[in-house]
């Protein structure tokens, strides 16, 4: 789905392939990574071919709740003006958990004159990859997604009960098939929306905790394309939990006690020849893979911000939870940031298990990769690797990490890497837009502040 503009050829012939669909769900992933956009009925759909559908502008910069951010400069000076909604190519798909007559199609933002917008998030991780292709590498990439089914009420969050044994899970059960077997009616709505929209979704597996599901995306050499992926799978998981009486959730930190969820990007180089430039019968890889490990190492601190983007996100890094908390690397070891899985002398890549499933995917693979760009471009050597327990190993390359959103914020604006990959003037306004959100979720008074103040203060 790589690209920006389809032609127009594709929606006629989609019209003509699904005359029973009637209505179309158009929609532009924002900076924050929620789908935004509006339901169309199917005389209009053409109009995301032709240059005649309109979102406004400030679309891109709106808060997680869709409020906008006006310190970001995109509201009232420019009168809200629109940007021109383009379908971008194989963005239009069935989407059956919404009815067997209805589709989806996912929108590129263009300004008047027909350019994409430069805060478009698939643009921001375009232009990183336009790096890679300059110097004739282009990076093969996979995500891997964490996150829980849960039954929701306002103030009371619960994991879902089994549909069996009318249970909630308690118990750990790490791969365990009856967990698995609990969450199947999810898993085939899932995989039948997968196989309709052409989205390459792999086996399940229960996770660390209860409750908790991890699927992973196959690899794909276009990284663009993964985004989507990832975009696609996050917005379907919800979608069809929500007539099983249940929600999908890709928040980082849903309950206190047990493990966040992650988006595991995992990540190989190849060359010209399509020769995988990290392969190497050595379990550590190639040079070259060191030199990207030792640059995701170094910026990590830096693009903290984009893989934790929320308040919630830093809940998640707690010692021996298997999120990372510090910018390690190793060889098979999942107590690292940047792990080297085992396997073939092929498919030698590297794990980069630090951003929270809560994260934008296309950002959160822009900065991995920018990090792994500037390891290339300058040699940068990660240092010792970490053996066994990466809580209490030495850090070797890199900052510590930052510790609460903030700083995180302040980092991620102050970081000339980032500038210099994402575009001084998108990192300006990300850091803008996460200022205001922050600002707003502090404003809350929540039933915590009663419950420790009330009658103590």
């Known amino acids: ?58 679309i891109v910069a709106v808060d997680i709740l869709g409020s906008d951010c006006e310190d970001t400069g995109m509201v009232w000076e420019t009168g809200d003006a629109d940007r021109i909604a383009r379908a971008v190519p194989g963005g239009l798909v069935p989407a059956p958990w919404i009815g067997e007559d209805a589709a989806q199609v996912m929108c590129s933002l263009h300004d008047l004159g027909g350019e994409v917008t430069p805060f478009d998030p698939r643009a921001v991780l375009s232009r990183v990859l336009d790096r890679f292709a300059a110097d004739g590498l282009t990076p093969m990439v996979a995500c891997e997604m964490e996150f829980y089914l849960v039954e929701s009420r306002r103030g009371r969050v619960s994991l879902r009960s089994s549909p069996f044994t009318r249970r909630k899970p308690e118990a750990t059960e790490a791969h365990g098939l009856a967990e698995t077997e609990d969450a199947g009616d999810f898993l085939r709505a899932l995989w039948k929306a997968a196989d309709a929209q052409g989205v390459p979704v792999e086996g399940a597996s229960s996770e660390a905790s209860p409750g908790q599901l991890e699927l992973t995306l196959h690899h794909k050499a276009d990284a663009l394309a ?108 999942r107590t690292v940031a940047l792990r080297i899985p085992a396997g073939s002398a092929a498919s030698r890549r590297v794990e980069h298990r630090v951003a929270g499933a809560d994260a934008n995917p296309y950002l959160a693979l822009a900065v991995v990769l920018a990090g792994a ?85």
């Open 1 to 58: 789905m790589s690209g920006f503009q389809a032609e127009a050829r594709e929606g006629r012939d989609f019209l003509a392939a699904h005359p029973g669909i009637e209505y179309f769900e158009m929609f532009f992933t924002s900076l924050t990574g929620v789908p935004r956009g509006k339901r169309l009925r199917r005389s209009e759909v053409m109009k995301l071919y032709e240059g005649s559908a309109f979102l406004p502008g400030s």
């Open 226 to 333: 993964a985004g989507d992926d990832a975009v696609l799978f996050k917005r379907m998981a919800k979608g069809v939990a929500r007539p099983l009486g249940c929600e999908a959730t890709f928040m980082a930190k849903p309950f206190a006690d047990i493990a966040g969820s992650g988006m595991h990007i995992h990540m190989s180089m190849l060359d010209g020849e399509d020769a995988n430039i990290f392969a190497s019968e050595a379990a550590e890889g190639t040079e070259r893979l060191r030199h990207a490990i030792g640059g995701m190492a170094r910026t990590m601190a830096d693009a903290m911000a984009v893989l934790a983007p929320n308040a919630n996100s830093f809940r998640r890094y707690v010692a021996r939870s298997y999120a990372p908390v510090a910018p390690t690397w190793g060889i098979n070891n």
């Open 373 to 457: 760009h500037h390891g290339l471009t300058h040699a940068i050597d990660p240092g010792a690797m970490t053996h066994g327990d990466g809580y209490s190993a030495p850090v070797a390359a890199g900052d510590p990490l930052p510790t609460d959103w903030l700083k995180a914020i302040d980092r991620f604006q102050a970081s000339s890497v980032m500038r210099e990959y994402l575009g001084e003037a998108f990192v300006d306004l990300y850091a803008t837009v996460k200022r205001t959100e922050q600002a707003r979720f502090n404003a809350v008074v929540t039933s915590l502040d009663h419950d420790w103040y009330l009658q103590n203060a």
